[in-house]
């Protein structure tokens, strides 16, 4: 596809981990940002790398979200499913915050949408997984993220869905996902599928850059480390120990990000040893 040249209008909602590391980006490459957040800390950072910056508190309060989201070319939505918050009422509350924004993502002209979504709405599956495997949420979080990418499937004519694998990079180094912690790693023996934050941020810069919309990708490192051995050597290099490892999940899911891969996304830290570098962005 034919890459946009123009500099794009974009908002961010949920500029959090994740979505602030890409206002970063898109701020340095040209874009206008807009950006909306919780908390005032990070809407100070926002307005630091050149962002305009929202508070937006859904259900709560809407007040912004047309500001933020009018005369917009591309809306970028960040927003986490509240799984360990809300538990099983999680998937109403998220579709009542998506409910709210959607007479405005829908109004004329309407702003293209990229929704990241997560690789666990594929659940327990086993082998090798793309994007026409059948969905099997099994948490709270992934059965809100399944009904949000229906919801906006039905709703939406030009979105884009990013199923991300679990997420690495500045902050977020995986020795401290078991490293100095009274749990032992369960099934070890499970393939371990993550990607790097910078990675995201490309695949959503492509995106935009190659018009690519309508369509569902995966996000993953092509390495699959055994899930044992990985959280344990990412331990050690930070000088943690672990408690132990739990057998099995020897057949469990190995997630393909092929698809993206054929559009021209090359990740920066597509390897094991590179799942271990914070990165810079």
């Known amino acids: 596809m034919q890459e946009r040249a123009n500099k794009e209008r974009i908002s961010i909602l949920g500029a959090g981990w994740l979505g602030l590391a890409c206002a970063r980006r898109l701020v340095a490459a040209g874009h206008s940002v807009s950006g909306s957040s919780r908390g005032a800390e990070t809407r100070e950072e926002l307005r630091a790398i050149g962002a305009v910056a929202y ?10 979200a047309s500001e933020l989201l009018g005369d917009r070319d591309v809306v970028i939505l960040t927003l ?32 293209r949408v990229i929704y990241t979504s997560s690789t666990g709405v594929y659940g327990a599956a086993t082998g090798t997984v793309d994007e026409s495997s059948p969905l099997a949420p099994d948490t709270h979080s992934s059965r809100a993220v399944v009904a949000a990418e229906v919801l906006l499937r039905e709703n939406l004519s030009e979105l884009t869905i990013l ?17 100095g912690r009274d749990r032992p790693i ?14 995201v941020v490309r695949a959503i810069e492509m995106v935009i850059a190659q018009n690519l919309w309508g369509m ?16 344990g050597d990412a331990a050690k290099s930070l000088g943690l120990s672990i408690a132990g490892t ?10 393909s990000s092929d698809n993206l891969r054929r559009r021209g996304w090359q990740p920066a830290f597509d390897a094991a ?9």
């Open 55 to 64: 508070s937006l508190d859904l259900p709560q309060s809407a007040e912004n």
């Open 216 to 231: 569902t990708f995966n996000v993953c490192a092509t390495a699959h480390p055994q899930k044992g051995e990985f959280y």
């Open 273 to 281: 040893e590179d799942l271990l570098l914070p990165g810079q962005m």
């Open 80 to 111: 986490p499913p509240g799984g360990r918050q809300y538990g099983a009422a999680a998937t109403e509350r998220y579709l009542e915050k998506l409910g709210i924004l959607l007479p405005l993502l829908k109004q004329k002209p309407s702003p």
């Open 186 to 199: 369960p099934q070890a023996d499970a393939p371990v599928n993550l990607v790097h934050q910078l990675d």
């Open 246 to 255: 739990l057998p099995g999940g020897e057949n469990a899911k190995v997630i």
């Open 163 to 179: 199923r991300l694998a679990g997420l690495v990079g500045p902050g977020r180094h995986p020795g401290r996902f078991y490293g």
